[in-house]
């Protein structure tokens, strides 16, 4: 099940306005320039930001999400009507050959087993014609970024149209292995409502993730860095074999 961030219909349509600054995007937007990609399957599109900046662009967008609450945000957005929203996962698929797959922001991070993520990269690995490309990001485990997932490192307040005042944070609450869990908090501050959404990613090593790619049926051709975090993550580049 998602996560009620993404779940919940209140907090899915809070996301955006909690974190509107996704230039993030930008390197995944470059990359379909640069690979000349026509056509994109979005992985974990969540309320849609990535997949219709695409669509405006004239790519031909397949956006999946597991969460129904995060697809009726995207599908009110600007140029929504242009993408084709499809809720499920990447294990349930129609049949399709695109250029590119993409797994943006924590997407390739909430897979926990691996068995979960292997049939995610199989799934993927269908979706892509011979050739074409799958690009995610995972965070560099050694950075330890959970650090910072404090109150007083990750507070924010809000002014939200509809809404008035909304405060949000993040705090870690267990680390085991590679996974790290957090609680997401959010208080409107209009009516008192508090909201916490519970998640959990898995922070692979680099060699594992390319291990894993390489099982799948997949050529790892670059290993990128982020350039809105530098030397914080890595942005893998996978072909279809």
């Not at 499809?86 to 050959?97: D, I, S």
């Not at 005042?165 to 609450?173: G, I, P």
């Not at 060699?207 to 975090?229: F, I, K, N, Q, T």
């Amino acid at each position: 099940m998602p996560d009620a961030i993404f779940e919940d219909p209140r907090l899915a349509r809070l996301y955006d306005p909690l974190d509107p600054d996704r230039s993030d995007l930008e390197v995944y937007v470059a990359m379909v320039a640069e690979f000349g990609a026509r056509s994109v399957l979005d992985v974990g599109c969540g309320t849609g930001t990535f997949a219709c900046l695409l669509a405006q662009r004239g790519i031909a967008v397949i956006a999946v999400d597991p969460a129904a609450a995060s697809l009726d945000v995207a599908r009110a957005k600007p140029g929504a009507d242009k993408v084709a929203w499809q809720h499920g996962n990447a294990t349930n698929l129609p049949p399709m050959q695109v250029d590119m797959a993409t797994m943006t922001a924590n997407v390739a991070q909430v897979f926990r087993t691996d068995e979960d993520w292997t049939v995610t990269l199989l799934g993927v690995r269908e979706a892509l014609r011979p050739g074409g490309r799958l690009v995610f990001e995972t965070r560099d485990p050694s950075r330890r970024a959970w650090l910072a997932w404090t109150r007083d490192q990750s507070f924010c307040r809000v002014e939200i149209p509809g809404e008035g005042a909304v405060q949000s944070w993040h705090e870690l609450t267990d680390v085991t292995g590679q996974l790290v869990s957090f609680r997401s908090v959010t208080i409107i501050e209009a009516d008192g409502t508090v909201l916490t959404s519970d998640s959990t990613l898995r922070f692979r090593e680099r060699g594992e993730v390319a291990a894993s790619l390489a099982a799948a049926g997949y050529h790892l051709d670059d290993v990128r860095d982020a350039p809105d975090r530098p030397g914080r993550e890595f942005v893998f580049v996978a072909s279809r074999r």
